[in-house]
């Protein structure tokens, strides 16, 4: 299905994907002077950094955590309202991107324990080294009978080949333990074929209460001799993952596009 979408629309809904998907941030500025307070999560060199990042582009890391990312949050909140109650700043949160700051204590701890997991397999010498650049998670609102499940997608590099990919983790919890149940490579690839568009990213949205994930797809057109090169699709379709693992749609893959530039 395809619809008409004006390029002011198209635009901000790349900025999902164009900016890194940081935990927490906030811009705060006093005069001239701004500053931006950041939860990276994972970090550069820790599971956890809370950074302050100058108008310069320096980065400072105030704090770090290398088992639990409550820390992190923790430190970024103390740290934002320090800069507004005793040194005057004005702070602006910026809008949630990678849906951390929704997951409550007990998802923190899985996430905590897949990110760790997943940066220790990046390091090891039995496999290819990567890198675990960034995330986006979310989790079932109201699971029936404390049967949660939680979807983290990981975004990897390959610092070797330059290679960027995701693998999405989809996690059943049921307030006691909790398994993966799937573990899924390049998300973009379980996504419905639209004819003449190819699906170039897809990223989680959300999680209903009976296990569906919702996902937000970018599309390009296919190229033909003779056409001219067309501005990004953007869609979403819900798939949902069966008790074998498998992954199967539960709606059509649904899409817009950029309004065709006046000739």
């Not at 400072?60 to 923790?74: G, I, L």
């Not at 990678?98 to 390091?123: C, F, H, M, P, S």
């Not at 979403?236 to 817009?256: E, F, M, W």
């Amino acid at each position: 299905m395809k619809k008409r979408l004006t390029r002011s629309v198209i635009l901000l809904l790349a900025s999902v994907f164009a900016q890194p998907l940081y935990a927490l941030e906030f811009e705060c500025s006093a005069g001239s002077d701004k500053r931006f307070i950041r939860l990276e999560l994972p970090g550069i060199e820790h599971l956890c950094e809370v950074t302050v990042t100058y108008t310069n582009d320096e980065r400072k890391v105030m704090w770090y955590a290398d088992h639990d990312s409550n820390f992190c949050t923790e430190k970024t909140n103390e740290l934002t309202n320090k800069y507004e109650n005793k040194w005057g700043f004005t702070c602006e949160q910026w809008p949630d991107h990678d849906g951390v700051d929704k997951l409550n204590a007990r998802q923190r701890t899985i996430l905590d324990a897949e990110l760790k997991a997943l940066i220790a397999q990046g390091q090891s010498t039995n496999s290819p080294p990567f890198l675990v650049e960034g995330l986006k998670a979310a989790a079932s609102p109201n699971g029936a009978n404390g049967n949660n499940l939680l979807v983290i997608q990981f975004f990897l590099h390959e610092p070797n080949t330059g290679s960027t990919k995701d693998v999405t983790h989809v996690i059943h919890d049921d307030g006691v333990s909790w398994n993966t149940l799937s573990k899924i490579d390049t998300l973009a690839k379980y996504i419905d074929e639209n004819e003449g568009y190819i699906v170039n990213s897809a990223l989680i949205s959300s999680v209903t209460d009976n296990g569906a994930m919702k996902i937000i797809t970018v599309l390009d057109e296919a190229a033909s001799t003779g056409s001219q090169p067309s501005a990004g699709c953007y869609g979403n379709q819900t798939l949902a993952t069966q008790s074998d693992g498998k992954i199967i749609a539960r709606t059509p893959h649904r899409y817009v596009c950029p309004e065709a530039d006046a000739g």
